[in-house]
């Protein structure tokens, strides 16, 4: 089993920063692969970025890439979502998750363990 704690989400105006952490416990050598998904509502679930945990090589969603960044520290055990210039419609809930499987792997069907969800509001 794996467990995923997020931190809190927030209320941002467009163009603000927010930094999301995700603190990963458990068999975490059996979910080689992390991302963050988000949900809007009354739209099905999206990814955003994912990252290779022992390699550290990334991967983005084209809507984000550019403005959002993810890393890790594996010292800490933790997974991490910087958000630049965030948008309007980034508002949504927004989901840490690990898969078992490697690679680039974007489908939310994927993933077997996920965190409790961060509300992100973006609005003026």
């Known amino acids: 089993q794996v467990q995923l704690l997020e931190s809190r989400g927030g209320l941002v105006q467009p163009g603000d920063s927010l930094t999301l952490s995700c603190i990963v416990s458990g068999r975490t050598s059996s979910t080689p692969t992390m991302g963050w998904f988000r949900q809007a509502p009354g739209k099905e679930r999206e990814f955003v970025a994912g990252?290779?945990?022992?390699?550290?090589?990334?991967f983005y969603a084209d809507s984000v890439r550019g403005r959002f960044t993810i890393s890790r520290d594996k010292a800490k055990n933790t997974l991490y979502l910087q958000m630049n210039s965030l948008k309007p419609e980034g508002t949504a809930v927004y989901y840490c998750?690990?898969?078992?499987?490697?690679?680039?792997?974007?489908?939310?069907?994927?993933?077997?363990?996920w965190g409790q969800g961060a509300q992100v509001t973006v609005s003026s």
């Open positions: 998750a690990a898969t078992p499987f490697a690679g680039g792997v974007i489908t939310a069907s994927d993933y077997d363990y």
């Open positions: 990252i290779r945990w022992n390699q550290g090589s990334y």
